[in-house]
C-alpha cells in the first residue's frame, strides 16, 4: 500500500540509517535518491561512506535538483528513499531557482507516493537564529518546506540519538 513516511532529526541524529533500516525491511529493490552534490573533497568521501553502507538490492538515482522528475521515473510499488531535502533546498537556493515553485512541483508527487516512499531531512529550526541572511532565509525556507511535507505524510518521526520518535 502507497505510503509517505517523513523522518526529520539533527545532524547525525540517525536518520538516514533508521531510514535504511526501514527500506530493508521491505522487499527489494530499493531505490535510494541522492540529493547531495560532491563538491569538495570531504562530500565525495562523505558520499562514498554512504553508498558503501547500501549493499544489496540497493540502487542510486541522482537527483541534487530534479526531484520531483526522478520520482515520478520512479516504478509504481518501488520502495523509495530520499536523502535529502535540506541538500535539494540548498542546491535549488545556491542555483537561484524559484523555490516556491520547485517545492509545489514536489509536493504534487509526494501526495501520491506509488509506494513506500520516506523522505530524510535535516531539522534546522531548533537552534539559534543564524546570523546571516541567506542562512536565517535558509532556515525559514526548510521549515516551511518541513511544515508541508508532514501535513501530507502518513507517518513523522524524528530522531534523536538514534531512536526514533512517532509524531504523526
Same mark, same amino acid.
Given at each position: 500500500?502507497?505510503?509517505?513516511?517523513?523522518?526529520? *532529526?539533527?545532524?547525525?541524529? @540517525?536518520?538516514?540509517?533508521?531510514?535504511?533500516?526501514?527500506?530493508? @525491511?521491505?522487499? %527489494?529493490?530499493?531505490?535510494?535518491?541522492?540529493? &547531495?552534490?560532491?563538491?569538495? +573533497?570531504?562530500?565525495?568521501? /562523505?558520499?562514498? /561512506?554512504?553508498?558503501?553502507? /547500501?549493499?544489496?538490492?540497493?540502487?542510486?538515482?541522482?537527483? =541534487? !535538483?530534479?526531484?520531483?522528475? &526522478?520520482?515520478?521515473?520512479?516504478?509504481?510499488?518501488?520502495? #523509495?528513499?530520499? +536523502?535529502? !531535502?535540506?541538500?535539494?533546498?540548498?542546491?535549488?537556493?545556491?542555483?537561484? $531557482? +524559484?523555490?516556491?515553485?520547485?517545492?509545489?512541483?514536489?509536493?504534487?508527487?509526494?501526495?501520491?507516493?506509488?509506494?513506500?516512499?520516506? #523522505?530524510?531531512?535535516?531539522?534546522? %529550526?531548533? *537552534?539559534?537564529? =543564524?546570523?546571516?541572511?541567506?542562512?536565517?532565509?535558509?532556515?525559514?525556507?526548510? *521549515?516551511?518546506?518541513?511544515?508541508? #511535507?508532514?501535513?501530507?505524510?502518513? $507517518?513523522? !518521526?524524528?530522531?534523536? &540519538? @538514534?531512536?526514533?520518535?512517532?509524531?504523526?
Amino acid at each position: 500500500m502507497p505510503e509517505l513516511t517523513f523522518i526529520l *532529526g539533527g545532524a547525525r541524529s @540517525g536518520k538516514s540509517a533508521h531510514a535504511e533500516c526501514l527500506m530493508e @525491511g521491505l522487499p %527489494g529493490p530499493w531505490c535510494y535518491i541522492a540529493t &547531495a552534490q560532491a563538491l569538495d +573533497d570531504e562530500m565525495r568521501e /562523505r558520499i562514498g /561512506r554512504h553508498q558503501q553502507q /547500501r549493499v544489496g538490492e540497493w540502487y542510486t538515482v541522482e537527483a =541534487p !535538483l530534479e526531484l520531483a522528475a &526522478a520520482l515520478r521515473s520512479v516504478p509504481d510499488g518501488q520502495p #523509495v528513499l530520499i +536523502d535529502c !531535502l535540506t541538500l535539494w533546498l540548498t542546491n535549488h537556493m545556491l542555483a537561484g $531557482n +524559484d523555490l516556491t515553485a520547485e517545492a509545489a512541483q514536489l509536493l504534487d508527487v509526494l501526495r501520491e507516493p506509488r509506494g513506500v516512499w520516506i #523522505v530524510v531531512s535535516n531539522e534546522v %529550526g531548533q *537552534g539559534i537564529v =543564524p546570523d546571516n541572511a541567506l542562512a536565517r532565509r535558509f532556515r525559514d525556507e526548510a *521549515g516551511r518546506l518541513h511544515q508541508r #511535507v508532514a501535513a501530507i505524510a502518513d $507517518n513523522v !518521526l524524528f530522531m534523536v &540519538a @538514534g531512536i526514533p520518535l512517532k509524531v504523526k
